[in-house]
């Protein structure tokens, strides 16, 4: 999406409603098809305005800042200012600090950076407890469709994947298929640096995350799948302080399904990223498949 577009007159509109006269607005949308999102200044401070890419997406951000958002420290996760399901939009509150990718991090900060990725992921996801029979059987759909759903990322993306590759991924998806329950969350679903903030502004850094529109009922391992295929090769050392921050160890399970998962998301990426340009994230996916096919050889 053109940086240069405007934000839609209805939805300046609607925000106006809310927050009163809007006295600028910025686009700050991702580089990506279908970001749409403003900031916008009033009066006494700012709000940021996004469409949802479609009705799925709205539904689980929406609920994500209704019910996980309230429980967690003020200023890590935008607060929900409005909602408007025929616009799909959402009004949201800022979130202090700075993108992490833009801060140049020494080797001991980045590891701080991830063990205080892992604290706040734990209290996204609650405890076990927290979960009603609802959401658990949620989650274990959502591991199944995950798994049945290999034929469809293999044939999405045609030749742009090799046999072997098929053969990688497919294998995977029939292991995920043969795993046992795993421990189940209200996932945050994009769990990664481009979206981690942190605020460094105090004597200790506030962490802080945003873009929740991938929230949904999963096994807690599958926020782990884009650190496992990106930061984390090479660096055991960040996977070691994310998961001292989130207070336990993976399972010999979730190892396993982190492998799985982790396959599926790469022939995902690639059938993506080719048609869209985006060749961090194709290389990402084939980096994956690469590694995913030594370690089985």
Known sequence: MSVTTPVPPALREWAQDIVGPVLSVRNVSHDRPNSRVWELTYATGRVFVKLSPNPASFGRETRALREVAPGLQMGTIPLLRGADAHQQALLLSPVPGRPVKSLALTPGGERSLHRQAGSWLRLFHGGLGD?????????????????????????????LISTRERQVVRRHAAELARIGPLPTAFVHGYFQARNWLLDIDHAVSVFGAVDVERARPHAVVADAVA????????????????????????????????????????????SWGVPHGDEEIVERGRATLARLEVQAA
């Open 131 to 159: 979960l009603t029979a609802r959401v658990r059987q949620d989650a274990a759909d959502e591991i199944a469709r995950a798994a049945r759903g290999a034929d469809t990322h293999v044939e999405r993306a045609g030749e």
């Open 227 to 270: 650190l496992a295929c990106g930061p984390w090769v090479g660096r055991p050392d960040l996977e070691a302080a994310f998961w001292n921050g989130y207070g336990r160890a993976l399972t010999s399970e979730e190892e396993r399904a982190l492998c799985c998962l982790s396959a599926l998301d790469a022939a995902s990426a690639i």
